[in-house]
């Protein structure tokens, strides 16, 4: 019975350790300074790119109205609150142009760092509002984008390379101190991996569930499809043993981020291998916006070379 | 953050927002029951922050089904021999193509695709009906007919040649005449098969039978 209680105390002294050394270590920001400046350049042009058709969709006379979405969305009319917010609905195509492009400016603003703090969340919150407006137009890029400028919501990441830190720097100079470690910065850097690693666990366990993936010919249903700006499909059908293995690239370094990207040696290889297989899906499949996103998300797992500590090891 | 209730606070909302973004994520495969109770308490919170990709069908890229390949809308003006393809202008592997932009009118060309190839005709209707409602007032016509086309790939190891002209390959899945009516509303009517349509008896005038 000691030794049992010995056990449980151990454990609960070794798991207490380990999750605040994870969680709560103070790190540099400067990465996410960086990655600041990547989500924001992603969030632009994924925004910007609802401009061309944002009158025949959203405006007054567009056709993605409440009557589509309603009946897109039978399941959560039901429900007292869907969750399902935006401000995007009919108004007067005056109004919706200045709505998308004020929000062009906060996300501007945000990849920037102006008034990092506050744009941030205000970007976050205005791209739930496209997002929200019409779910079904989404794809697998925007969780994976929205997750991103959410947590950057919790760090202070416009305190390199932006201009707050021009602002600052005078304030910081008279004060002789530098910037210092913050806990919030590995918060966000540790819910970004940790919800990235997810996201690579169920494209790994989806596309286990088909047989195109095991057989090795997921690629060539991707890139044969008219829409996809790839080569030759008749050239591609010649090479059925290149496409046979470049599938199973995919497959193997969507299992190895999940796998490796924890341990400092083997993490450099799980990402050198992820991202040859997402150009490789660019490339062959068109997927850009999503490898474009799963690129950008990935450079939270690279340490930017500081001379403050890191927040990842 | 040295204050151990702080942390301790800020450890219970680390811990509870992580599992709702599990259920959220890995509630859209096989659904057990418990899952799908969970999922239903913690909704609002997962749809609110999107966490919960409930129309993303997509992070597998393939299973090579049908609705996986790429779709188009198509509206057949009466006399005109060729169909106006939406988006128009915007589907041939140009620039545009490399964007969210295509994705997007092809995830909705696809789910709409899915829903009519699945018998959903109320919501594919829906889709016609705003269509009409927009593209009437630019047309002479009170009438257009509106399909939903499937492109339809070679097998990788088949014998079949890959197409040259990829426009070839498609299959209509879904007709629906559009009509503007007297009183302005927009009407859908679904076109189906001889097969497919209620069989009447075949009667004779003399008779009445």
Same mark, same amino acid.
């Given at each position: 019975?000691?030794?049992?209680?010995?056990?449980?105390?151990?454990?609960q002294?070794?798991?207490?350790?380990?999750?605040?050394?994870?969680?709560?270590?103070?790190?540099?920001?400067?990465?996410?300074?960086?990655?600041?400046?990547?989500?924001?350049?992603?969030?632009?042009?994924?925004?910007?790119?609802?401009?061309?058709?944002?009158?025949?969709?959203?405006?007054?006379?567009?056709?993605l109205?409440?009557g589509?979405?309603?009946?897109?969305?039978?399941?959560?009319?039901?429900?007292?609150?869907?969750g399902?917010?935006?401000?995007?609905?009919?108004?007067?195509p005056?109004?919706?142009?200045?709505?998308?492009?004020?929000v062009?400016?906060?996300?501007?603003?945000?990849?920037?760092?102006?008034?990092?703090?506050?744009?941030?969340?205000?970007?976050?919150?205005?791209?739930?509002?496209?997002?929200?407006?019409?779910?079904?137009?989404?794809g697998?890029?925007?969780?994976?984008?929205?997750?991103?400028?959410?947590?950057?919501?919790?760090?202070p990441?416009?305190?390199?390379?932006?201009?707050?830190?021009?602002?600052?720097?005078?304030?910081?100079?008279?004060?002789?101190?530098?910037?210092?470690?913050?806990?919030?910065?590995?918060?966000?850097?540790?819910?970004?991996?940790?919800?990235?690693?997810?996201?690579?666990?169920v494209?790994?366990?989806?596309k286990?569930?088909?047989?195109?993936?095991?057989?090795?010919?997921?690629l060539?249903?991707?890139?044969?499809?008219?829409?996809?700006?790839?080569?030759?499909?008749?050239?591609?059908?010649?090479?059925?043993?290149?496409?046979?293995?470049?599938?199973?690239?995919?497959?193997i370094?969507?299992?190895?981020?999940?796998?490796?990207?924890g341990?400092?040696?083997?993490?450099?290889?799980?990402?050198?291998?992820s991202?040859?297989?997402?150009?490789?899906l660019a490339?062959?499949?068109?997927?850009?916006?999503?490898?474009?996103?799963?690129?950008?998300?990935?450079?939270v797992?690279?340490?930017?070379?500081?001379?403050?500590?890191?927040?990842?090891? | 953050?040295?204050?151990?209730?702080?942390?301790?606070?800020?450890?219970?909302?680390?811990?509870?927002?992580?599992?709702?973004?599990?259920?959220?994520?890995?509630?859209?495969?096989?659904?057990?029951?418990?899952?799908?109770?969970?999922?239903?308490?913690?909704?609002?919170?997962?749809?609110?922050?999107?966490?919960?990709?409930?129309?993303?069908?997509?992070?597998?890229? $393939?299973?090579?089904? %049908? *609705?996986?390949?790429?779709?188009?809308?198509?509206?057949? /003006?009466? &006399?005109?021999? #060729?169909?106006?393809?939406?988006?128009?202008?915007?589907?041939?592997?140009?620039?545009?193509?490399?964007?969210?932009?295509?994705?997007?009118?092809?995830?909705?060309?696809?789910?709409?695709?899915?829903?009519?190839?699945?018998?959903?005709?109320?919501?594919?209707?829906?889709?016609?009906?705003?269509?009409?409602?927009?593209?009437f007032?630019?047309?002479? $016509?009170?009438?257009? %007919? *509106?399909?939903?086309?499937?492109?339809?790939?070679?097998? /990788?190891? &088949?014998?079949? #040649?890959?197409?040259?002209?990829?426009?070839?390959?498609?299959?209509t899945?879904?007709?629906?005449d559009?009509?503007?009516?007297s009183?302005?509303?927009?009407?859908?009517?679904?076109?189906?098969?001889?097969?497919?349509?209620?069989?009447?008896?075949?009667?004779?005038?003399?008779?009445?039978?």
């Amino acid at each position: 019975m000691g030794r049992l209680q010995n056990y449980w105390q151990g454990l609960q002294q070794h798991a207490g350790f380990a999750w605040n050394e994870f969680w709560f270590t103070p790190s540099s920001v400067r990465d996410l300074s960086i990655l600041r400046i990547a989500v924001g350049v992603l969030a632009l042009v994924w925004q910007l790119s609802f401009t061309a058709d944002l009158q025949s969709w959203f405006g007054p006379q567009g056709w993605l109205d409440s009557g589509v979405v309603i009946e897109w969305n039978r399941e959560q009319v039901t429900r007292t609150f869907s969750g399902r917010l935006s401000f995007l609905w009919a108004q007067q195509p005056a109004v919706l142009w200045a709505a998308h492009f004020a929000v062009t400016a906060v996300l501007l603003s945000f990849t920037c760092g102006l008034f990092t703090r506050a744009t941030s969340v205000l970007s976050f919150l205005a791209l739930l509002g496209y997002v929200h407006r019409a779910p079904f137009l989404g794809g697998a890029a925007e969780p994976v984008l929205t997750m991103l400028v959410g947590y950057l919501c919790v760090a202070p990441c416009g305190r390199y390379f932006s201009l707050d830190a021009r602002r600052l720097r005078a304030s910081l100079a008279t004060a002789n101190r530098l910037p210092l470690p913050s806990v919030s910065a590995t918060i966000a850097r540790r819910l970004i991996q940790v919800h990235l690693v997810m996201f690579y666990l169920v494209m790994f366990t989806t596309k286990l569930a088909g047989a195109t993936w095991w057989n090795g010919e997921a690629l060539w249903w991707l890139s044969v499809q008219p829409l996809v700006p790839s080569p030759d499909p008749s050239f591609l059908r010649s090479q059925p043993v290149i496409l046979n293995f470049l599938t199973y690239v995919i497959l193997i370094s969507e299992f190895g981020v999940v796998m490796l990207s924890g341990n400092r040696w083997f993490r450099p290889l799980a990402l050198g291998a992820s991202t040859f297989s997402w150009c490789i899906l660019a490339g062959l499949a068109g997927t850009w916006p999503l490898s474009a996103t799963m690129l950008v998300a990935n450079l939270v797992f690279w340490n930017a070379p500081t001379g403050e500590p890191s927040g990842t090891k | 953050m040295q204050n151990d209730t702080t942390r301790s606070l800020v450890s219970l909302a680390i811990i509870l927002h992580l599992f709702c973004v599990f259920v959220g994520l890995f509630g859209n495969q096989s659904i057990s029951t418990l899952q799908q109770r969970v999922q239903m308490v913690l909704t609002p919170y997962c749809r609110l922050l999107n966490l919960d990709p409930q129309f993303t069908a997509g992070f597998h890229l $393939t299973h090579a089904m %049908q *609705f996986e390949d790429d779709h188009q809308f198509a509206v057949q /003006l009466p &006399g005109e021999p #060729e169909a106006m393809v939406l988006p128009a202008g915007a589907i041939g592997p140009d620039l545009e193509s490399l964007g969210f932009r295509r994705q997007r009118w092809r995830t909705l060309t696809q789910r709409t695709g899915l829903l009519a190839a699945d018998g959903d005709d109320q919501a594919v209707a829906e889709v016609a009906r705003a269509l009409g409602e927009t593209l009437f007032p630019q047309l002479d $016509t009170r009438r257009f %007919q *509106f399909q939903i086309r499937r492109f339809q790939p070679p097998d /990788l190891l &088949g014998t079949a #040649e890959v197409p040259e002209v990829f426009e070839e390959s498609y299959e209509t899945i879904y007709r629906a005449d559009v009509l503007l009516d007297s009183a302005g509303k927009v009407r859908v009517h679904k076109q189906v098969e001889a097969a497919e349509a209620a069989q009447v008896r075949e009667t004779t005038r003399e008779t009445g039978r």
